[in-house]
C-alpha cells in the first residue's frame, strides 16, 4: 500500500485544503484509514460503525484487540446516536470541556460494533478542539474511531514524522498538521457508574472535573502496575509509550536524584551502553551523559507533557539503549506526566 501524506495547517484551512479534507473523509467512508492531527496526539482514524475498519485500524498498530478504541464526534448530538443513558454530570462536563482532551465513557447502543469498543457494552466518546481534526470527522461521516498512530506499544506521535515513522505502507493517507499543542492524550472519564471515575489523566486534571461535579473518583491503578482486568479505556492494561531503550525512573530530593542517575550513567557507559537522560531546566546542567534533554521548567507542567513523548521519541533515532528520568509530581497535570512515564518505563521507580 502507498501511503499518501497531505499537509494541512490548522489556521491556514483554504479551498485546497477542505478538498483535501473531504478526500481525506472519503477514504474513511470508503473503509480506509487516515491518521490525523489533534490538539493531544495524531490519531490513526477509520469508521467507527464500520466493524472491519476497526480491525484494520488494530491489525495496523499490532493493537490488542480487547483494547478499546475512542470514538471522535464534531457535534454534540452525534452523542446521542451512539451513547445510552447520557447523564446531567455528562452534558455538564460536554458544556465546560468539549470541544477539548475529555474522554467519557457511556453504555453504547447498537449502532457501534463490538470490535470498535473491545467487546465491552461501552463506548468512549470524544469531541476534538482541533479544526483539521474537527473538519476530518465531519467529512468522514461524524463518527471516528482512533487510537494514537504509533505502532502499538511506543511513545505516542506528536508529529508527523513519527507517523510516516510507524505507518508508512500500512495506512491509505496521513495528515501532516504539524506539531500538536497538548502532547499527551485526552483525560478520560467513566460515566456509567454512580460517581464519575478517572481512567486516565489527562490535561484536564481532577481539581478541573471537581470543580464542575464536586466528587469524583479515580481509577487505582493509574499510577500503580496494571489490573488483571479486561481494560474499559485505552492505556489501562498495556505497557504503553516505552522507548526502544529501557527507562528507569529516579525519584527522590533533587541533589540525591541527580547524584544517583550520574552514578548509573556510568555504570552503564562503562559496559558500552549509550545513556539518555529526560532532565528539567532547572537540572539539566547537573548530569553526565551521552544525550541528556530538557522537557521543560519544573513550573510548566504543559511544557513537560508537551515534550515528553518527543524526547523518548528522539532517543529512539539516537539508538539510545539506557534511559533515567527524573519523577514529577504526581498532583494536577503531573498525574498525567507520571502516568505515560510509569507506563513507559514498566513501573520501574528507583527510590532515592
Known amino acids: 500500500m502507498k501511503t499518501e501524506v497531505i499537509k494541512i495547517e490548522e489556521d491556514s484551512i483554504g479551498e485546497d485544503e477542505q478538498r483535501a479534507i473531504e478526500r481525506a473523509g472519503m477514504t474513511i467512508r470508503q ?34 484487540s480487547d483494547n478499546p478504541l475512542i470514538v471522535h464526534i464534531a457535534k454534540m448530538e452525534d452523542l446521542y446516536k451512539i451513547a445510552d443513558q447520557v447523564s446531567l454530570e455528562a452534558k455538564h462536563l460536554a458544556d465546560i470541556f468539549w470541544p477539548g482532551p475529555l474522554t467519557m465513557i457511556f453504555k ?45 506499544g511506543k511513545p505516542s506521535p506528536t508529529i508527523a514524522k513519527y507517523v510516516i515513522e510507524d505507518m508508512d505502507g500500512k495506512i491509505d493517507m496521513i495528515i501532516d498538521g504539524g506539531s500538536v499543542g497538548i502532547g499527551l492524550e485526552s483525560t478520560i472519564v467513566d460515566m456509567t457508574g454512580d460517581v464519575p471515575m478517572i481512567l486516565r489523566p489527562g490535561y484536564i486534571t481532577r481539581e478541573m472535573l471537581e470543580e464542575v461535579l464536586g466528587q469524583i473518583d479515580i481509577d487505582n491503578t493509574i499510577l500503580s502496575k496494571d489490573s488483571k482486568q479486561a481494560p474499559k479505556a485505552p492505556g489501562m492494561k498495556y505497557r504503553h509509550y516505552a522507548p526502544k531503550g529501557e527507562l528507569k525512573i529516579v525519584r527522590g530530593d533533587v541533589a540525591a536524584v541527580s547524584k544517583k542517575i550520574n552514578q548509573l550513567t556510568k555504570i552503564d557507559q562503562e559496559s558500552g551502553k549509550k545513556v539518555g537522560i529526560i532532565a528539567t531546566d532547572e537540572t539539566q546542567s547537573t548530569y553526565i551523559g551521552d544525550s541528556i534533554k530538557s522537557v521543560g521548567s519544573k513550573l510548566d507542567e504543559a511544557s513537560i507533557a508537551q515534550h515528553l513523548y518527543l524526547i523518548l521519541r528522539e532517543f529512539d533515532d539516537e539508538e539510545v539503549s539506557a534511559i533515567y528520568s527524573e519523577a514529577f509530581s504526581d498532583k494536577g497535570m503531573g498525574q498525567a506526566i507520571m502516568n505515560r512515564l510509569l507506563k513507559a518505563a514498566g513501573h520501574q521507580v528507583i527510590e532515592v
Open 108 to 152: 453504547k447502543n447498537k449502532l457501534v460494533p463490538a470490535e470498535t469498543t473491545g467487546g465491552l457494552e461501552t463506548v468512549a466518546v470524544r469531541m476534538p478542539v482541533h479544526k483539521t481534526a474537527l473538519s476530518f470527522i465531519e467529512a468522514a461521516g461524524g463518527f471516528v474511531a482512533a487510537p494514537s498512530a504509533n505502532l502499538s
Open 31 to 64: 473503509g480506509g484509514l487516515v491518521a490525523f492531527p489533534t490538539e493531544t496526539v495524531y490519531g490513526l482514524g477509520g469508521d467507527a460503525l464500520n466493524p472491519a475498519s476497526s480491525a484494520k485500524i488494530y491489525l495496523a498498530k499490532g493493537r490488542p
